[in-house]
């Protein structure tokens, strides 16, 4: 999914009103609202990055969409676009995307099947809801690629986990490991990704690997993350040390969630439009080559759509961010 809107991603302007908050040691963020371009646009909720977490982990975007009737906003329609330094994780709840790419992948994104998609040096893409789509709902994620392996060659992989159940319970692992799943999918860096299903007032507690942070993205239901109790589109982080989680479902329906994991990610990046590099001229860099049709992120065959122009540089040197310190 493209950043349609040209905005730096400054953490003075991220965020919620407050950015979130913390209770219980369990910190609270709130997404905000994002139209996706043009007056039917489809809206999403954007989690992160936020002014207080700008990462999980590796994990440095989240938008959370859905359910989005495409009778009435016409659903996905995004163009080829480029990206660079990531990796584009898809992750469907309902409805169906088509993909197209520079390496000349050509797929679906259906529910509970994962497409991953890997920038590195350039790739570009597009996406568009199908027609057999009538309800668009999931989410788009970004993985940020350490330095060792931000120019890595572009890569696509798709994978349907299988799922694993327990008593009240069912998880998908799409990336990582969990609850004796493992994905086959590689990563750069050590990253965990789950969809967890709780049955009405299920509860369920996972062993997690203490080197990691976590966050819980909320879908529907509410969900008490280890005492804090999450409504839907939040997003609940819990900080490295713990060794288990514990979800329970308050609601009398089932409830979905997304658990997101990873090392803590210790490099500045900088992340303009859908570039993520290391400093200001990364981006300018990065923007020009689009401009120019530059090789470096191929061309997307037999996608109806022309290219997707790059929106004006900010009047302003890009700054790097990082996570604050660790308490």
């Not at 809206?43 to 590796?58: F, H």
């Not at 049955?199 to 529907?220: I, K, N």
């Amino acid at each position: 999914m493209s950043r349609t809107e040209a905005e730096t991603v400054d953490m003075a302007r991220e965020g919620g009103p407050d950015g979130g908050g913390a209770r219980g040691g369990i910190e609270v963020l709130t997404p905000r609202d994002v139209p996706l371009g043009g007056p039917r646009a489809m809206t999403v909720r954007r989690t992160l990055p936020q002014r207080s977490r700008p990462l999980i982990g590796a994990w440095c975007f989240a938008d959370h969409y859905g359910p989005d009737d495409v009778a009435r906003t016409g659903g996905m329609r995004v163009a080829p676009h480029p990206h660079t330094g990531l990796q584009t994780v898809s992750w469907l709840f309902s409805g169906e995307i088509e993909h197209r790419d520079s390496l000349g992948s050509h797929a679906l994104v259906r529910p509970g099947e994962l497409n991953l998609m890997t920038g590195g040096h350039g790739i570009s893409h597009s996406e568009f809801s199908t027609g057999r789509t009538t309800v668009l709902h999931g989410v788009q994620l970004w993985v940020a690629l350490p330095e060792e392996h931000r120019h890595t060659a572009r890569d696509f992989r798709h994978h349907v986990p299988e799922p694993v159940r327990t008593e009240g319970a069912e998880i998908r692992v799409f990336l990582g490991e969990l609850a004796g799943s493992v994905s086959p999918v590689r990563t750069f860096t050590p990253l965990l990704g789950a969809e967890i299903t709780l049955g009405p007032y299920a509860s369920l507690t996972l062993a997690v690997d203490p080197r990691f942070e976590h966050g819980l993205l909320v879908d529907r239901g509410d969900v008490r993350l280890s005492g804090t109790v999450l409504r839907p589109a939040q997003l609940g982080y819990a900080g490295p040390g713990e060794r288990a989680l514990t979800l329970r479902n308050e609601s009398a329906e089932p409830a979905r969630t997304v658990l997101l994991g990873g090392t803590p990610f210790e490099e500045e990046i900088v992340m303009w439009w859908n570039f993520v590099g290391r400093d200001h001229d990364d981006i300018v860099r990065a923007r020009q080559e689009w401009e120019d049709g530059s090789d470096r992120f191929g061309v997307v065959e037999g996608c109806p759509a022309g290219r997707l122009p790059a929106p004006a540089l900010p009047n302003a040197t890009i700054r790097p961010r990082r996570n604050p310190p660790r308490r």
